[in-house]
């Protein structure tokens, strides 16, 4: 098909076109993804082999003071006059070897099986015996240290090589001072992100993997250290919530997915078109008091949610403003169903969302229509377009372009907005369809919240968190390729 | 950065019938006056209703929730009066707060004088103007100190609430000086040993904003500490403490690491994207229960929910590194570069040419973070499990209004929603230029 046949045809037959290539041209563009995570993957190990080769290299060629610092980490540093690397290296190293010996091995060792020795009442006394919850956390926090001392124990010997290097070429080594020094300049990234880095291992990457871990053990209700042992069970977990037979998971995580996706996608794209709709209407020409306007719909962003959307959900009770109104005037005589009934619940929670979401989607839609040519409605008027033709033709493919981006993290945020459904519903009206406590307007975020909270069921909350994950990546990955301006950050600058 | 074109008219015009032209467009104008006054009828109702139920007595009428909006028997303070309860707050609050508007007046009226000194005489009088000011602001702080001495003579917490006067004191009189000074730059000139007036002013800022930031932060201990507080007082403070410091740690946090991810090219930087992208995409929640376990071993649940919470928030805050990315970002590379060719480090050029371009970013990042431990529920109640004293706002309100039997407590749910939503509303409404600025930024730049 060439380009000038493309051209001729009908607007559907284009959009028809467009879909099938982006469909077969995805197994090709999954190919190349792949091809080039493996070249990622060999490069690494690569990689990884000319290090291993450059120790070997460096311990046959280095000095004895080289040599003895394969050992004794900071050696060679402290023999070469640089005694503050030297010391921090020395003490890196008694650190790890403490830690190792005293708890680390221990730890490691049970690992495999999370724990043997059950608790038990001795009398009224109470011997506790593993701890498993321990045993997976100080494990995982084992293996992260054993790769930081590998690591530091390459930069070590590293070192050795560079300042042998040095030496032998005349020059004068670093000092502590040049070294801190750099640190506010050439080494100024290391500085601004060590405390980062540290804060996002420990309190994000760690506990991360950990309920990666607890997704492939029984860890719940009847399994809760320290008194009982939880262990690992592979992939049952997610058979139990992805498989539909009996009485697993399977029918209400099907369901809870298919409304987090509608829910998603009406929170992003509704409020993304009325809030344009409203943004265009107060930046029209000769409306007055655009600021005022402005505020008063910026008040859902200034107040905090749990005030505002708790109230409103208290508004809409049976027992609330809205039906009571309604009934004195003689209008219904049945409170409206407002939260009790599945789809006026999720209608309800849809519109609420609006008036929180329009007025962020107002303030972006405004700085974005500024920055439209004036010149484009110029000639667009001249040659005779009416304001919705405008709108289609100029506004609308301009707002789609620039805010691409937004529009993809504002899904993927919409798919873990706790607060609105939380503060609003609760995830209520349950029902007995749904299992595990699920309730017909629950989201998977915040059904993990309360297989968490109140059923303290710990495999199945990390088994839906790990597939939110999948939801997320696979949405973000097809949207990706399919938007060009997102890749080149270099664009902006 | 944006430009400021001409605002397009988006939507009307373009009528070719030209006669017609005018009566059309004044039909379409009404049409959206109509709907914007429909819509912030809408977008403000439920808070006026917050506001009119907050003033029904939960004593001489009913506290729950009813179905009539304005109170029968009478507007009355008696919700809000619940929320002080057993607290000597406006005894205590209240005699300091006015000691410090008297302070601050006082030294208001000083500076006035000196100024009029200082034109009337010539600047070359420098030393005797020195003199004075220092004089002056002396005797104010003796003022002071002795006010605070005879308000709060208790010997034993006579620090403890003195420091907030004299905090309070010290914040009005940056806020006079500053006016005063403004005005008239001579002032500082004139004072012998400063060269120009920028090391001065320089200072003076530097000072002023960390006498504001200590005087909050002791405002929030004393609000806890030394008085009998009443529950939501506690609250209050808690989740006023939390927002203060996290406002301050993760701004340094998220501007440190936009600031090298921008700048810097070094090796691991876009490994260190994308761990953070993919990290994203997880469920904040997921970790819920490995954090609380952590800081359980650092012994930061319960009681010590409060410094808990902070390290929660902020530890994990680099992460939310992308709008002041996007916006370095634009700062043109090539001032960066002059700058280090001229001789400067990194360390220099982030603070002395970086920082200044940014000011709209940082306090866009700053209120994002100022504002968001204010609506922060879940994990607050997780970690402050059974303690209500560690409880922040959210938590206490909406136990209150879902768990402690909400017949009861409805209308102290409103007075109390009032208190928090004020303060902030008002603080947003008047950086709102800065937020817009972020968002917009953001939402392009992705």
């Known amino acids: 098909m060439t380009d000038l046949e493309y051209l001729s045809y009908s607007k559907w037959k284009k959009l028809l076109v467009r879909t099938g290539n982006f469909f077969t041209s995805l197994p090709g563009k999954c190919g190349n993804g792949l091809k080039k995570l493996g070249l990622k993957v060999l490069n690494f190990f690569m990689n990884l082999f000319t290090s291993l080769k450059g120790l070997v290299t460096t311990f046959i060629n280095g000095d004895w003071k080289t040599r003895l610092s394969y050992l004794v980490m900071g050696f060679g540093s402290c023999a070469r006059g640089q005694w503050g690397r030297g010391i921090l290296f020395f003490l890196f190293q008694t650190v790890f070897n403490l830690y190792m010996v005293n708890f680390g091995v221990a730890y490691l060792s049970k690992l495999n099986t999370l724990g043997v020795v059950e608790t038990y009442k001795e009398g009224r006394r109470t011997v506790y015996g593993d701890n498993s919850f321990l045993i997976l956390l100080y494990g995982i926090l084992t293996l992260f240290f054993i790769l930081a001392f590998l690591y530091t124990w390459y930069l070590n010997i590293k070192q050795n090589r560079i300042s042998e290097e040095i030496l032998k070429s005349g020059k004068k080594l670093k000092t502590a001072k040049d070294d801190l020094k750099s640190l506010a300049d050439e080494q100024f990234h290391k500085t601004l992100l060590a405390l980062p880095t540290l804060g996002v291992t420990a309190f994000t990457i760690l506990p991360i993997l950990f ?242 909270v109140n059923d303290t069921n710990y495999k199945l909350a990390a088994v839906i968190g790990i597939l939110v994950f999948v939801v997320t990546a696979v949405i973000n990955l097809i949207v990706y390729n399919m938007i060009p301006s997102v890749k080149n950050e270099e664009d902006f600058q | 950065m944006r430009t400021k074109a001409s605002i397009p008219e988006a939507g009307m015009g373009g009528q070719t019938r030209t006669r017609s032209k005018a009566g059309h467009e004044k039909r379409v104008n009404g049409g959206i006056y109509a709907l914007l006054v429909i819509m912030s009828v809408i977008w403000l109702a439920p808070f006026v209703f917050l506001i009119f139920q907050s003033f029904r007595s939960y004593l001489t009428e009913t506290g729950g929730m009813v179905d009539y909006l304005l109170p029968k028997n009478g507007w009355s303070l008696d919700n809000y009066a619940f929320l002080f309860e057993g607290s000597d707050f406006f005894s205590w609050w209240g005699s300091t707060l006015l000691a410090s508007i008297v302070l601050g007046a006082l030294q208001m009226g000083i500076l006035a004088l000196i100024k009029r000194e200082v034109n009337k005489r010539d600047a070359s009088e420098g030393k005797t103007q020195y003199l004075f000011l220092a004089l002056s602001l002396l005797v104010v702080f003796v003022l002071s100190a002795a006010a605070c001495v005879i308000l709060h003579g208790k010997p034993d917490s006579l620090i403890l609430s003195a420091l907030p006067a004299l905090v309070l004191y010290m914040a009005a009189g940056y806020v006079a000086g500053r006016f005063y000074l ?265």
Request: net charge positive.
């Open chain 1, 211 to 452: 309920m990666i871990l607890v997704a492939f053990t029984n860890f719940d209700a009847t399994h809760q250290p320290p008194s009982k042992l939880f262990t690992w069970v592979g992939w049952d977990n997610f058979r139990q919530l992805l498989s539909s037979d009996n009485a697993s998971y399977g029918g209400t995580f099907g369901q809870v997915l298919l409304w987090t996706l509608i829910w998603a996608f009406f929170a992003t794209f509704l409020n993304y078109f009325l809030g344009m709709l409203v943004a265009i209407m107060i930046n029209k020409k000769g409306i007055k008091l655009k600021k005022v306007w402005r505020t008063i719909l910026v008040m859902t962003i200034a107040i905090p949610q749990f005030v505002s959307l708790l109230y409103v959900s208290k508004m809409f009770a049976a027992d609330g403003l809205i039906n009571g109104y309604l009934m004195r005037w003689g209008w219904i005589t049945e409170p409206l169903p407002f939260w009790t009934d599945p789809i006026w619940a999720r209608v309800t929670i849809i519109v609420i969302n609006v008036w929180i979401g329009i007025p962020y989607l107002m303030l972006i839609a405004t700085g974005i229509l500024m920055n439209i040519p004036a010149d484009l409605y110029e000639s667009a008027r001249i040659d005779g377009a009416n304001a919705f033709q405008m709108y289609k033709r100029i506004t609308l493919p301009y707002m789609l372009f620039v805010t691409g981006p937004y529009l993809l993290t504002s899904f993927t945020g919409n798919i873990n907005n706790f607060n609105v459904i939380y503060l609003l519903s609760g995830g209520k009206p349950l029902s007995m369809n749904l299992s595990g406590n699920a309730g017909y307007t629950d989201l998977l975020i915040t059904w993990l919240y309360k297989m968490t």
């Open chain 2, 182 to 446: 403004k005005q008239d730059s001579r002032l500082l000139q004139s004072i012998p040993g400063y060269p120009v007036e920028t090391p001065l002013d320089k200072a003076k800022k530097i000072g002023g904003l960390g006498a504001l930031y200590a005087g909050v932060i002791a405002i929030v201990m004393c609000i806890i500490k030394p008085m009998n507080a009443s529950q939501y007082l506690i609250w209050y403070g808690n989740t006023l403490t939390i927002a203060l410091f996290v406002a301050v740690i993760q701004t340094v946090i998220v501007l440190s690491v936009s600031y090298a991810l921008s700048r810097i090219r070094f090796k691991g930087r876009k490994l260190i994207m994308n761990v953070v992208l993919i990290l994203g995409m997880f469920p904040g929640f997921l970790t819920m229960i490995t954090l609380y376990f952590l800081l359980k071993q650092l012994g930061l649940t319960q009681e010590g929910a409060v410094p808990g919470l902070i390290l929660i928030y902020c530890a994990s805050s680099g992460m939310g590194y992308y709008i002041s990315k996007g916006f370095f970002d634009t700062i043109p590379k090539s001032l960066d570069e002059s700058a280090r060719i001229d001789g400067a480090t990194r360390l220099q050029v982030f603070y002395k040419i970086i920082m200044p371009l940014a000011k709209p970013i940082v306090i866009y990042t700053i209120l994002m973070a100022f504002m968001a431990p204010w609506g922060d529920f879940v994990f607050a109640s997780y970690v402050a499990f059974g303690k209500s004293n560690s409880y922040n706002v959210a938590v206490g309100l909406y136990r209150w209004v879902n768990v402690n039997d909400y017949q009861g407590y409805f209308t102290r749910f409103c007075a109390g929603g009032v208190l928090v939503a004020l303060p902030i509303t008002i603080l947003f409404l008047c950086l709102q230029k800065y937020y817009v600025e972020g968002v917009t930024g953001g939402a392009v730049k992705g």
